[in-house]
């Protein structure tokens, strides 16, 4: 009659070899996980970066799509600082002009683009009043007022601006005011460029970088401009 065999349990070697193997694949799941979570959240900075560049430059040429020339006064000002515009208001129903500005300010959260838009206007002296308010701001960083607002927009180191006058792109400067024009003797001061060229340099970080160029083009024209 055979005796009943006794149950074998582990070694101490046999546990300390499971506890190893356990612990090494912890360590390699953790490190999965970790590197899975950082590609999702550099994923996402990415996404929002693209979104708001994306609607940044829809505003840019929304911007530039609806400016308009009024009488005696500059559709377009460039001073190396702050790109001031006179464009038709955004409202339809209500003919009006706003005055748009776009600057670059250092902050708590590093050098953004920014836009500042005053309040719909009608007449040549609240044009004037708009316009100043405008170089104002981005001299001084004053708070807006009378309706005006100010939006921090996106991260940039730096923006150049080039015209196309000529059948060429030139360096932005401040336009030499129209000679007279007699059988338009209401017209703008300045005449519009046939293009205007935007140059970012966004700075480096999780999001987008590196150097941006966006050109729009006059509407009137007939074709574009490279």
Known sequence: MTKPSRARGFTLIELLVAIAVMALLALVSWRGLDSMSRATTQNQLRADAVLTLQATLAQWSADLDAITLLAQTRPIDWDGRVLRMTRRGSDTSTPTVQVVAWTLRPGADGT???RWQSAPFATRDEWVQAWNLAAAWAQDGAAPTGGATDVALMPV???QLAYFRNNAWVPAEPLPVAAANPSNPAGALVAMPDGVRLVLNLP?????????????????LGGPRS
């Not at 480096?204 to 009137?220: A, C, E, I, N, Q």
Request: charged fraction near 25%; glycine fraction near 14%; avoid cysteine.
């Open 157 to 159: 180191n730096s923006w």
């Open 204 to 220: 480096p970080g999780d999001g987008l970088s590196g150097t941006l160029t966006r050109d729009w083009v006059r509407p009137t």
């Open 112 to 114: 953004r683009w920014r």
